[in-house]
């Protein structure tokens, strides 16, 4: 039998939050907070480390504890076969062909029944995160009609507008069994999804995360020292997995369109290899395959040190930062450097644009020419950089915060029925006599 891990948990205040989103916002949280005290939730997703699920659940969990509610975060146990599946699947979820077939969905099958035993039904709210696990939901109803009195929510962070259809034919009938499903926004729910109950929710940063938090300048300069970066000369930036839809290798296209220009730039893409990740491996090698001999281009990763406290200072040294992305889900890079008043050039997909509001808080660019046209231009007028750098700080304290986040989970939990009441079945329509999967 599978683990299944519990993420241990850090201790967060929300208290601490108060200075930052002020009074009304912090007040609203509590009174949402009040009536779901003493409610047991479980997080479930396929791993711990690296990538933007990751990132939000470190800081949302902890604030459910800090308000009372018994909130744990789990992670799958899984052979990297099925992660070679699984993501996979997430490709072909975004609409790259995959030739899916049966050996692939009995590794999924199998892999999501082994977890679902390693899973305690005894949650008054479940939230299961993206198409790796999705499917412990219905085993879980197979062998323990406790989870019948639970509310379950599948939380989809991909677009899924234009999923292969056999993929998401062979997923639907597992998606359709929960409650309630979350995605980014509108435009990306399939509608494929009949009577499902959608809730949007965008996915926000904690600003007071190692990865956001102000931190000295000393601490950034020498953190540019340890990994033998100039702080006195132009520097471009990308935070991203190497994967084909952070398009790493186009990154390189733009920063070599530039270096001609810019003689003095240096270019940092700096990637966390994910556990559940096997591509990146192979575009690691293309990239520092392309990136040749040219020592101006840092390719930064865990693996020569990189952690949160290295990102942020890598995206508040930055002068530019780029997100060549040719698709996204949300996109917390993107907000990320927003915060950190940074003026971003970002692909005109997924919640990129909810971010940048093109023009205001950034730009939105389509090909490697605008691309470098629009880095040209702040690389040549800093003043720019600033003043945009400032709307975007804003417009991320109101929009894009994990107090936000908070707040829509706990609002999505009070739709769902209270935890109090799950043991009426009155309080709970529908769920009885649902369609199970395959
Ligand atoms: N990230 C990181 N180290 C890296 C690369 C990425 O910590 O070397 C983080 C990044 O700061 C962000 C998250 O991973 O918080 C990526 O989330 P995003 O939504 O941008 O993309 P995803 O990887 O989920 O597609």
Redesign the pocket.
């Known amino acids: 039998m599978p683990a299944a891990t519990y993420v241990p948990i850090a201790a967060k205040s929300l208290e601490d939050y108060r200075p930052i989103i002020g009074e009304a916002k912090t007040d609203e949280i509590r009174a949402l907070a009040k009536p779901l005290e003493g409610a047991r939730v479980l997080h479930f997703n396929a791993t711990s480390f690296?990538?933007?699920?990751a990132?939000i659940l470190r800081s949302l969990i902890p604030l459910l504890r800090d308000l009372g509610i018994d909130a744990h975060w789990q992670v799958m146990d899984a052979p990297s076969e099925f992660f070679n599946v699984s993501k996979q699947m997430h490709n072909a979820l975004q609409g790259m062909f995959i030739p899916w077939n049966t050996a692939m969905s009995e590794t999924w099958r199998q892999v999501n029944r082994a977890n679902a035993e390693a899973i305690d039904s005894d949650y008054d709210y479940f939230f299961i995160h993206d198409p790796q696990p999705a499917g412990v939901l219905s085993n879980i109803l197979e062998r323990d009609p406790r989870a019948f009195d639970a509310r379950w929510a599948w939380r989809c962070?991909l677009d899924t507008t234009e999923s292969l259809p056999e993929v998401w034919d062979f997923l639907r009938p597992y998606i359709q069994l929960y409650d309630s499903v979350i995605f980014t926004q509108d435009t990306y729910v399939n509608g494929d999804l009949p009577g499902a109950e959608v809730t949007i929710i965008p996915?926000a940063?904690d600003p007071l995360s190692t990865?956001n938090v102000d931190i000295p300048d000393q601490v950034i300069r020498d953190v540019l020292d340890r990994y033998s970066i100039d702080p006195d000369r132009p520097i471009l930036a990308q935070?991203?997995?190497f994967d084909p839809?952070?398009d790493p290798l186009g990154v390189i296209d733009v920063y070599r369109e530039l270096k001609a220009r810019f003689p003095a730039l240096q270019l940092l893409m700096?990637?966390?290899m994910?556990d559940d990740d096997p591509e990146a491996w192979s575009f690691y090698e293309r990239i520092v395959r392309r990136a040749g001999e040219d020592y101006d281009i840092h390719v930064?990763?865990?693996l020569n040190g990189?952690?949160?406290l290295e990102?942020n200072a890598f995206q508040r040294a930055a002068d530019v930062i780029l997100?060549k992305s040719i698709r996204?889900?949300?996109?917390?890079?993107?907000s990320?450097a927003l915060w950190k008043g940074k003026p971003v050039v970002a692909g005109e997909v997924g919640g990129i644009p909810m971010q940048l509001m093109h023009g205001k808080a950034g730009w939105l660019a389509n090909s490697t020419a605008e691309f470098s046209r629009d880095v040209g231009a702040l690389l040549e007028d800093p003043g720019m950089g600033a003043r945009v750098g400032e709307i975007g700080r804003e417009h991320v304290r109101e929009n894009f915060l994990t107090t936000r986040l908070l707040a829509d989970y706990l609002k999505l939990m009070h739709k769902m029925g209270s935890g109090a009441a799950r043991h009426t079945d009155a309080a709970k329509p529908g769920r009885r006599g649902r369609p199970r999967a395959a």
């Open positions: 690296g990538g933007g699920v990132e962070h996915p940063i990865k935070v991203s997995r839809w952070k700096v990637a966390s994910a930064l990763t865990n990189v952690a949160n990102v997100q996204e889900g949300f996109g917390l890079v993107i990320e």
